[in-house]
């Protein structure tokens, strides 16, 4: 989509400046464009709304503690139909605030939220937020832009893909990538998305029209988060729904990575209702079809053993009726036309236009009717899982293949007989199992004394691989399996405990797990 970038502040109005820790933003006013005037909070700076939307410029929100138990949510039975979608709700605010903020507007808990950072700011990854919102059964979809949004996209000091790939930013990527690996569950990770654009940095247009570059700085990021333990992260990539400029190098395929670095295929596109700045033509917009059936298509053409989310999605409410958008948005959700469609991530934020989900009463109405549909009810864990489905299958072309019946709850737990008593021991459970697969967690116990550094070791079932696993270092010869601490739960008290999971392709079963230290 486009991009407008010429904004002025209002004569009168102030600068940006500072606020203190728990100062409460004022507003001011600035044009975004020709005849559109739009509330700006001094929690942004100006940079941060010269492109709609503005969602690469979100300031990132205070952490919070962690909430809750360090257990896994158990998959839902949700899943077990095929047409299941899983609600992703991206709203500017702390992101374990967003769930409840959900439940509060519209009676239900997002599967995911989104949440966005720019390397810029170098700050940590919120692991502590990661984690509670797994604990309430949500799963963190982090938004990791490799810019300066206070420069514009030429600036000669701004992020570049040739620094990224000549090992400039090698240090700030590993630090990021143990703090992912920290949360000890699965989160997603969206690296470098819209590159089919022209409005950042790492954009192919930007880059000399190069997808290689592209491709290797994208590459060398996930090398780097896995390489340090990170094992827990989905990669998600993400393209927009119509490239700028539309130009060869431009397609999508040009600069997908490879099915070993990616597990989502993503689009981003918006319902501006209107074709450009300053124009008020009565008409709704392109429906969901003709938005996004091609971008769709192309997607499972580029990697057809990989799901496919809308990373982003919102409709304005200018010159048509957005409501009917979102109820035929649903409609088009259920028909059978995107069977492996599964996250729909909604930007339930009025910005510079209103996207929200509560921009009218009538809005709201279609909004809250949409998300909560019996298919629309699929639930974090859940989500989880789905990539799992997906690697070494061949996706359906309707909901009704058997692909995806999944997952079931799984009986009680059970726990395999304990070691003999020594310096640590190891239980495990199933916690959800589907049709070809399953999510297992093994709790590691301490002794008497203090361990610093665990091993785990078990035999797999005949027909059991694992592909994911997180909380730890994971490696496979043959049937016999081996994991290892990470730095962060690597040292445990006396008769303390830690805990890691993994998906699996197989039907589960209790192994005989046995554990030593160091």
Known sequence: MSRWRSIRPIEGH???????????PRSDTIATRPGRVRVWSTHETLDQVRAPPDRSR????????????????????????????????FRQTSPTDIGPGTVSRYGVTPASVQWFDSWATGNAFNTADARTLWNQGVMMHYTWEPWNPALSVSDPNQIHL?????????????????????????IMVRWGHEFNGNWYPWAIANNGGNPALYISAYRRVHDLVVAAGATNVQWVWCFNDSPTPNTSYNDPAQSYPGDTYVDWLAIDGY????????????????????????????????????????????????????????????????????????????????KEELWSGTSSTAVKTAFTAWVNQTYMKGRGADLAAVVAQYKGTTPSATPS?????????????????????????????TTGSWSGGFQGEVTVKAGNSAINGWTVRWTSASGQTITQLWGGVLTVS?????????????????????????LANGSPSTPTLTCTSP
Do not use: H
């Open 271 to 350: 319902n501006w209702a209107w074709p450009r700045p300053g124009t008020r033509t009565a008409t709704t917009g392109p429906g969901f079809d003709a938005k996004f059936a091609s971008p769709y298509a192309k997607a499972r053409s580029i990697a057809p053993k990989r799901p496919v989310m809308i990373a982003e999605v919102g409709s304005s409410e200018d010159g048509g009726n957005k409501a009917q958008w979102i109820n035929d948005m649903s409609t088009a959700l259920q028909s059978g036309r995107y069977p492996d469609l599964k996250n729909i991530v909604y930007f339930d934020q009025d």
């Open 58 to 89: 979100r300031r990132r929100p205070r952490p919070t503690a962690v909430r809750g138990s360090d257990r896994s949510p158990a998959l839902s039975a949700a899943a077990a139909d095929a047409s299941t979608k899983y609600l992703g709700v």
């Open 401 to 429: 293949a058997t692909r995806s019946a999944s997952p079931t709850p799984s009986p009680s737990p059970s726990a395999s007989t304990p070691p003999p008593a020594g310096a640590c021991s190891a239980t495990y459970r």
């Open 162 to 186: 040739q620094d990224i790939v000549n090992g400039t930013w090698d240090t700030y990527i590993r630090a990021r990538g143990a703090e992912f690996a920290a949360v000890g569950a699965p």
């Open 478 to 502: 043959g049937s016999a399996v081996t994991v290892k601490n990470l730095s962060w739960n690597s040292s445990l008290g006396a008769n303390g405990t830690t805990a890691f999971g993994f």
């Open 14 to 24: 102030a600068a940006p400046r500072s606020l203190t820790f728990g100062e409460e």
